[in-house]
């Protein structure tokens, strides 16, 4: 039987991709301040929500077998293809001075700053070790009470920043020990029924918006790929307590057409819109500006932001009609374009717009 979709989930993922790909242009510095600070944590917090606990916890092998098909054999497809396209850019001068040999092995490390030719890859790798940990940790603290759970995962998060500090683990494994606390919120989150039977209360609302404020007091420019946190007690608050505004905001504006719409189609191409933005689609909009238009087209972050969603998501869209092209790159079975239409649409987006765990890759 059919999980009923959650639109808030389904709006929360494409607004969340959306806002990733500015992240990657030369966003103001003052709008860059306020998103950096629950920019990927909104991501962990939702995987959280949509992560099935109960169907994996004596179903370790069926676990593996989903997110190698659904986070690896895509990361590793799109790393392969965009290692090939940068080799062949390298070879005619326009790309920048990398060993190629380097640049290959860090597709196994799985670290952002080793992964030049497409950055954001390291989200998928980094996720994959995440739902691990939290799988794991969840099967100690499942029959404990609130207070030994919650500790459970901050400590995970203490441990993560505290590595951090002295190594990068490969796969952002310190990251994903970080990210604990957002997965664990998120499983909470819909635990209570968030968005079907649990909303939150006003005063509660007023607390966020305090520790949001206090979260961007962080002297330290956030940026999980690269373990920044500043403060991470100030990280943890501002991460959550933005998420859970922006959360109450589509709650409110979820009846408007056009939001609806817009970011709940870009949410199911969250995933295509993760490999293909930063890799491909800039580059080419940056090829036709050099190529067509000698340089003369004056590209500000709006249009590198619109460009890049807009462009990976046709590329989406196509990759919707070839199936073997789709199981590499998102992951799952490799049905035809009209079978996968009679089944719903599924397994499109980074995460599904469902309470359930499965992921769209």
Not at 8 to 37: F, K, Y
Not at 143 to 161: D, E, I, P, S, T
């Amino acid at each position: 039987m059919t999980k009923k979709r959650v639109i808030e989930i389904d709006i929360l993922r494409g607004i969340s991709i959306s806002l990733v790909v500015m992240a990657h242009t030369q966003v103001p510095d003052l709008l860059n301040d306020v998103l950096r600070t629950f920019r990927m944590p909104l991501f962990f917090v939702l995987s959280g929500y949509l992560f099935n606990v109960t169907k994996y916890y004596a179903g370790f092998g069926q676990w593996l077998k989903t997110r190698v098909i659904s986070l690896l054999l895509p990361y590793f497809t799109a790393c392969f293809v965009f290692y090939a396209l940068w080799y062949v850019r390298e070879q005619i001068g326009e790309s920048g001075g990398i060993r190629p040999d380097s640049l290959f092995m860090g597709i196994f490390i799985g670290n952002g700053d080793a992964l030049t030719f497409n950055t954001p890859l390291w989200f998928l790798v980094c996720l994959f070790g995440a739902e691990l940990i939290f799988l794991c940790g969840w099967k100690l603290v499942f029959n404990r009470g609130l207070m030994a759970q919650a500790g459970l995962f901050f400590l995970l998060a203490l441990a993560g920043y505290g590595v951090s500090s002295l190594i990068h683990l490969p796969w952002s494994l310190d990251v994903a020990l970080v990210a604990q606390v957002f997965m664990f919120v998120g499983y909470k989150l819909k635990e209570a029924g968030l968005f079907r039977s649990y909303r939150f209360p006003l005063p509660l609302l007023t607390v966020f918006a305090i520790l949001f404020g206090l979260g961007l007091l962080n002297d330290e420019m956030i940026d999980m790929n690269h373990r920044k946190y500043g403060n991470i007690l100030l990280f943890l608050a501002g991460g959550l307590a933005g998420s859970f505004l922006l959360m109450q905001l589509v709650y409110w504006i979820k009846g408007w057409t056009w939001v609806r719409r817009i970011f709940s189609a870009l949410g199911k191409e969250s995933l295509v819109i993760l490999v293909f933005h930063m890799g491909f689609s800039f580059v080419v909009l940056n090829n036709v500006n050099k190529y067509m238009f000698a340089n003369n087209l004056r590209l500000d972050w709006i249009s590198y932001t619109i460009w890049g969603i807009g462009f990976s998501y046709v590329i989406g869209l196509i990759i919707n009609k070839i199936p073997v092209v789709r199981f590499l790159f998102k992951g799952g079975r490799a049905v035809p374009a009209a079978e996968s239409a009679s089944q719903g649409g599924r397994k499109q987006g980074l995460t599904y717009g469902r309470t359930s765990d499965k992921k769209a890759m």
